[in-house]
């Protein structure tokens, strides 16, 4: 199992002080938690892309590239890269050199994102996201799979004769995550292609997830990729955590009141008896964890939600040392309950080059002597 942490980058200031770190702080607290993952033992870092205040990280794989050079083992990765917006030739191309950087450790999560006014700001039509998003994720595993392209759809201009550089590193393409919150489109592109699906699991109460993820497994599936329970699921997650709880309830509320995706509406207490929020010890935070699986199935990776909303840098990095001491417990006792057959992790790059190795010898195999 996977555990890491994901982000949105917002700048937002400290309900404390009345103070907000300057874009500049900003990008670089992000750079610091991502290399304090790694150090405490983490999975992933993921960060999310955005172009309109109080948000940062705009440019993903420049920040992305910064830590390959930076670390040596934890995944890079996105919480959203935005397939509506961007062309599906520079995702391509800038994915691909990641990749490279970081000798294999990167993939991405793609997505529509939800902030409106980012389609027009991008020469696209909201109206039309879903389209979109299905014509630039063709195209953009064309680009990958495919060394010579020629393509022409209804959003962009043709293609002749093109070749993305640089090809993917060792002949495969960086894993992809489709992230969803709310459209079954994306479960089923997810599943025709065998890629992850990656469920935010904040917002909403559980049985909203249940069913996207059970769309995506059944739909799996039919494509023969193998049995449902073994498609590759990630869920997102929020905790905050001290060793007794009231203290975390007390000290976390203030952030929680003004965080910029739900501040000014429901109580904390009502936001973590609809949702996965958990505010509380970490022995609390392992238990409502653990149930996640009785939800949604043997999954693979685990995101949390842990930098937003204000809080200082210095508090950011103590959550993610009680996260690096309890994601032991999490991984032991989720692969304890995880059934014979279903893969612990998400497919590696190792791994995935070695099945690509293995494909191309059997088709060889296949071919009469002589020809």
């Given at each position: 199992?996977?555990?890491?942490?994901?982000g949105?980058?917002d700048v937002?200031?400290?309900?404390?002080?009345g103070?907000?770190?300057?874009?500049?702080?900003?990008?670089?607290?992000?750079?610091t938690?991502?290399?304090?993952?790694e150090?405490?033992?983490?999975d992933?870092?993921?960060t999310?892309?955005?172009?309109?205040?109080?948000?940062v990280?705009?440019s993903p794989?420049t920040?992305?590239?910064?830590?390959?050079?930076?670390?040596?083992?934890?995944?890079l990765?996105?919480?959203?890269?935005?397939?509506?917006?961007n062309?599906?030739?520079?995702?391509?191309?800038?994915?691909?050199?990641?990749?490279?950087?970081?000798?294999?450790?990167?993939?991405?999560?793609?997505?529509?994102?939800?902030?409106a006014?980012?389609?027009?700001?991008?020469?696209?039509?909201m109206?039309?996201?879903?389209?979109?998003?299905?014509?630039?994720y063709?195209?953009?595993?064309?680009l990958?799979?495919?060394d010579?392209?020629?393509?022409?759809g209804?959003f962009?201009?043709?293609?002749?004769n093109f070749?993305?550089?640089?090809?993917?590193?060792?002949?495969?393409?960086?894993?992809?995550?489709?992230?969803?919150?709310?459209t079954?489109?994306?479960?089923?592109?997810?599943?025709?292609?065998?890629d992850g699906?990656f469920?935010?699991n904040?917002f909403?109460?559980?049985?909203h997830?249940i069913q996207?993820?059970?769309?995506?497994r059944?739909?799996f599936?039919h494509y023969?990729h193998?049995r449902?329970?073994?498609?590759?699921?990630?869920l997102?997650?929020?905790?905050?955590?001290?060793?007794?709880?009231?203290d975390?309830?007390?000290?976390?509320?203030?952030?929680?009141?003004?965080a910029?995706?739900?501040g000014?509406?429901p109580?904390?207490?009502?936001?973590?008896?609809?949702?996965?929020l958990t505010?509380?010890?970490?022995?609390?935070?392992?238990?409502?964890?653990l149930?996640?699986?009785?939800?949604?199935g043997?999954?693979?990776?685990?995101?949390?939600?842990?930098?937003?909303?204000g809080?200082?840098l210095?508090?950011?990095?103590e959550q993610?040392?009680?996260?690096?001491?309890i994601?032991?417990v999490?991984r032991?006792?989720?692969d304890a309950?995880?059934?014979?057959?279903?893969?612990?992790?998400?497919?590696?790059?190792?791994?995935?080059?070695?099945?690509?190795q293995?494909?191309?010898?059997?088709?060889?195999?296949?071919?009469?002597?002589g020809?």
């Amino acid at each position: 199992m996977q555990i890491g942490i994901f982000g949105v980058g917002d700048v937002t200031p400290d309900p404390h002080t009345g103070v907000a770190p300057t874009e500049h702080e900003r990008l670089k607290a992000i750079m610091t938690i991502a290399e304090h993952a790694e150090q405490v033992g983490l999975d992933v870092f993921a960060t999310g892309e955005h172009h309109n205040p109080p948000f940062v990280p705009s440019s993903p794989t420049t920040m992305l590239g910064y830590l390959a050079g930076r670390t040596e083992r934890i995944v890079l990765s996105t919480s959203t890269t935005l397939i509506t917006t961007n062309d599906p030739v520079k995702i391509a191309e800038d994915y691909a050199t990641l990749q490279h950087l970081s000798d294999g450790r990167a993939d991405l999560m793609l997505g529509r994102g939800n902030t409106a006014p980012v389609y027009p700001w991008f020469g696209q039509d909201m109206r039309q996201a879903v389209p979109l998003t299905l014509e630039h994720y063709h195209l953009l595993r064309r680009l990958w799979d495919e060394d010579v392209v020629d393509w022409e759809g209804q959003f962009r201009t043709p293609l002749r004769n093109f070749t993305a550089t640089p090809r993917p590193l060792d002949g495969v393409a960086p894993f992809v995550w489709h992230g969803s919150i709310r459209t079954p489109e994306i479960a089923e592109i997810a599943a025709f292609y065998g890629d992850g699906f990656f469920a935010n699991n904040i917002f909403w109460p559980k049985e909203h997830f249940i069913q996207l993820i059970n769309l995506y497994r059944q739909r799996f599936e039919h494509y023969g990729h193998g049995r449902a329970d073994q498609a590759i699921v990630g869920l997102g997650g929020q905790v905050f955590m001290r060793p007794r709880s009231q203290d975390a309830i007390t000290e976390f509320r203030p952030y929680f009141d003004v965080a910029p995706v739900y501040g000014h509406g429901p109580s904390l207490e009502t936001f973590m008896r609809q949702t996965p929020l958990t505010v509380g010890s970490p022995q609390q935070v392992i238990e409502r964890t653990l149930e996640f699986a009785d939800f949604f199935g043997a999954y693979q990776r685990q995101l949390f939600l842990m930098d937003h909303a204000g809080l200082p840098l210095k508090t950011v990095l103590e959550q993610l040392d009680q996260l690096g001491e309890i994601a032991p417990v999490l991984r032991r006792e989720f692969d304890a309950k995880r059934p014979a057959g279903v893969p612990s992790d998400p497919p590696s790059h190792a791994e995935r080059v070695a099945r690509r190795q293995a494909e191309q010898q059997s088709a060889e195999a296949l071919v009469p002597a002589g020809r």
